[in-house]
């Protein structure tokens, strides 16, 4: 898939098969996290990597509209050593949904609403920074497969001014 292909037609998922993830495809999305740029190439991440369903189903409790990470084949959670890292992690959670995408994994990105409960749940040390998580899987619906394009996006004559308001 070419990278406007998969801009084009990359779309949050909520629903998963029950199918799993090889651990090379697993490994493969999280190379493309890893490569992610970053300010002054930082990297200010660590990924902890959940495959277990009773610790998915408890993230998916830390969040309003977590709940999708509960029936994911695997989540990602997005660690960094201090707040203000929000960019740099939002360009690894691109990488990452893209590099998804291409391999026919869908995803969707949640916020953790209780923070601190979501470390202990993982035992991430208290002095860390973990606000985001990522579900992922197989789309539960062949309508949801990567080749289905959806609007919903304002056109670019929305959203553009050149070079003043």
Known sequence: MEVQEAIRTKRAIRAFTEQPIPRETIERVLNAGRRAQSSKNTQPWTFVVVEN???LKKLS?????AGHLAGAA???AL???QAG???????AAAYLQLAAWELGLG??????????????ILGIPPDMHFETA??????ASEQNRPTVVKGGRRG?????RWEKW
């Open 134 to 139: 990522l579900s992922f899987g197989w789309p």
């Open 74 to 76: 695997f989540g990602v």
């Open 61 to 65: 409790e830390c969040g309003r509209y």
């Open 107 to 120: 995803s969707c990105i949640a916020s953790m609403w209780e923070p601190e409960k979501a470390k202990a």
């Open 85 to 91: 890292n929000d960019f740099d992690l939002g360009q």
């Open 53 to 55: 369903k009773e610790t």
């Open 79 to 81: 660690v960094s050593p």
């Open 156 to 160: 670019l004559a929305e959203i553009v």
